[in-house]
Each structure stands twice: as structure tokens, then as C-alpha cells.
């Protein structure tokens, strides 16, 4: 990160330091993992992002670069899907920890390739070269311990985690977000 991107963050932090993330009593607890890559950035490795919600409301995301390096940008959605299955298998065993019910878990994905791969049990020659680990996603969903379900990429609050985007649209998702915690003034 250069020296204008560190003041154009510092700003921006400084700006926003009386907002953050309120969790509110949510009628329904579903957990929703929203998965999105970006394809061969920085050292030909695409970047992984997940954010995770629960009852409608952000309670964990990242970004990490890959540990591989992919060879088709299906391959990179489809790891990324599998870091979100990951993360929601890790959340669905905090709350059954905690006797916390909730409804079976969704994985939504802006890939239809990586939806096509994840439904699958047979070996593509044009996936042939995915690691096993990634099949991970295959196993969860084949056990139905997770749905996966697409998305289109506007729609997908990840893709703000894989690009830059315009300041109405993060306005746009942090109103949705807000509202749906029960914050006074919303509808719910």
C-alpha cells in the first residue's frame, strides 16, 4: 500500500469512528456465507473473500490471497466457495455450542461454474487439476449440510471485499444491514 492509500484509509476510519457493527435480537437466524474472488492478482494468486451473516447481519468477513495459484477463474471462485463453506461449519459449531438452533446454512456464489462443481461428484477434465481439499464445498453440500445457491454478482455483498465500488453502493448495503437489526427507525 503506497502513502495515499494509508492517508486515504486513515481518513476514511476517522471519519466513521462512531459507526460500527450493531447485533440486534434477529427474529430468524439464518447463517448466509457470501463468497467472491478476484482472478491472478498480485503474484498470479486471486483473493479469496467471504462475509458471513447471521439473521441478515455481517458478523465475520476477510480477504486472503490463495494459497495456490489458479488456473481458471472458476477454480479461484470455487476455492474461495469452499473458504466460505469452511467458515460457516466453523460458526454452525460455535452456535450448536452455544444451543443455538438454526436453519440449514447457504453458501451464495456469483459463479455458475463453481455452483456446477460443487453439485457434482465427477472428476471434469476441466477441473481435473483442483486440488482435494477444495472439494471440501462437494462433501458439505452432497451431505446437505449446507445449500449452496447463486447470486448475481451486483447482488453480492462479497464483491465489495473484491474491488472497488462505489460509496452509494457500501451506503446502500450498511442502510440493509442496519435495518434489519432492529435499529429504531426500521421497519423490522
Not at 21 to 47: F, P
Not at 49 to 64: A, F, I
Not at 137 to 158: D, S
Request: with cysteine; charged share 25%; net charge positive.
Amino acid at each position: 500500500m503506497n502513502l495515499r492509500g494509508a492517508l486515504a484509509t486513515l481518513k476514511y476510519l476517522w471519519q466513521t469512528r462512531s459507526e460500527g457493527v450493531i447485533l440486534r435480537k434477529s427474529r430468524d437466524l439464518n447463517l448466509v456465507a457470501y463468497a467472491d474472488a478476484s482472478y491472478g492478482e498480485e503474484k498470479s494468486r486471486s483473493q479469496s473473500r467471504v462475509l458471513l451473516t447471521l439473521g441478515n447481519q455481517p458478523v465475520g468477513w476477510h480477504s486472503r490471497r490463495q494459497d495456490i495459484v489458479a488456473l481458471s477463474i472458476t477454480e479461484a471462485e470455487y476455492i474461495a466457495d469452499c473458504e466460505g463453506a469452511k467458515d460457516i461449519v466453523w460458526t454452525q459449531q460455535l452456535l450448536q455450542e452455544l444451543k443455538v438452533k438454526i436453519e440449514t446454512p447457504i453458501l451464495r456464489t456469483d459463479s455458475e461454474g463453481a455452483y456446477n462443481l460443487s453439485q457434482t461428484a465427477k472428476v471434469l477434465r476441466c477441473s481435473r487439476h483442483i486440488q482435494h481439499r477444495y472439494h471440501y464445498l462437494r462433501q458439505h453440500v452432497q451431505n446437505k449440510a449446507l445449500t449452496i445457491a447463486t447470486i448475481p454478482g451486483k447482488e453480492n455483498p462479497a464483491d465489495h471485499l473484491t474491488k472497488l465500488v462505489p460509496m452509494s453502493s457500501i451506503r446502500a448495503w450498511k442502510e440493509i444491514w442496519m435495518a434489519s437489526s432492529g435499529k429504531p427507525g426500521s421497519e423490522i
